[in-house]
């Protein structure tokens, strides 16, 4: 079956930096948008970022834009999320999502992984 296990989480200061990977097994994602999402406490999941299959054409949400990247590399079926400038307002369980349309909606992903948390302190 098809698997997206993130990694890389954990507790940073404001202004530090992390770097998310996301490992796809059971699917090959060359065709496949890939994307990052969050959930804050007491928040609904909200869209972080996507990536065409490509890698030629990213898409940010304006409140990460300047300060996260999407990456992904192909051959080994992982896409990354490397975050700077951290704030205390980006702490959340950060998921990755597979699909195959260019679309900030979570609805629009079909799979899923668990997440992973990130933790800002000030």
């Known amino acids: 079956q098809v698997q997206l296990v993130e990694s890389g989480g954990g507790l940073v200061q404001a202004g530090g930096s992390l770097r998310l990977s996301c490992a796809v097994s059971?699917?090959?994602?060359?065709?496949?948008?890939l994307g990052w999402f969050r959930r804050a406490p007491g928040k609904e999941r909200e869209f972080v970022a996507f990536?065409?299959?490509?890698?030629?054409?990213?898409y940010y949400a304006d409140s990460v834009k300047g300060r996260f990247t999407i990456s992904r590399d192909n051959a080994k079926n992982t896409v990354y999320l490397q975050m700077n400038s951290l704030k205390p307002e980006d702490t959340a369980v950060y998921y990755c999502?597979?699909?195959?349309?260019?679309?900030?909606?979570?609805?629009?992903?079909?799979?899923w992984g668990q997440g992973t948390q990130v933790t800002v302190s000030s």
């Open positions: 999502a597979a699909g195959n349309s260019l679309s900030s909606s979570d609805r629009r992903y079909d799979y």
């Open positions: 059971g699917r090959t994602i060359s065709k496949d948008v």
């Open positions: 990536i065409t299959w490509s890698g030629v054409s990213t």
